[in-house]
């Protein structure tokens, strides 16, 4: 059975880091780029930092020199290092593959705020 669970996330004041693990089960987990994507309140869900799978990484502009994302094939985890967080990074974050999706999720909140 697929599946996908996120966590780490947490309040964090602007300017401070989380990092964010997400476990996949139930895939070929090192065949598959992944991908970490967010969802504001109101907003569409859209892509911020993808792992192809030998390691090529890529980001949103609204991310790029602040998030980190990495994985570790052996324990079938992405990670997305966090920092220099801003309230507009507040989401629900989740990890899924590039391309064809796979079932979400229950994401893990990351609310920025002083």
């Known amino acids: 059975q697929v599946q996908l669970v996120e966590s780490g996330g947490g309040l964090v004041q602007p300017g401070g880091s989380l990092r964010l693990s997400c476990a996949a089960s139930?895939?070929?987990?090192?065949?598959?780029?992944m991908g970490w994507y967010r969802q504001a309140p109101g907003k569409q869900r859209e892509l911020v930092a993808r792992?192809?799978?030998?390691?090529?990484?890529d980001y949103a502009d609204s991310v790029k020199g602040r998030f980190t994302i990495s994985r570790d094939n052996a324990r079938n985890t992405v990670y997305l290092q966090m920092n220099r967080l801003k309230p507009e990074d507040t989401a629900v974050y989740y990890c899924?593959?590039?391309?064809?999706?796979?079932?979400w999720g229950q994401g893990t909140q990351v609310t920025v705020s002083s």
């Open positions: 139930g895939i070929g987990f090192g065949s598959n780029a």
């Open positions: 792992i192809s799978m030998g390691g090529t990484t």
């Open positions: 899924n593959t590039i391309g064809v999706l796979l079932r």
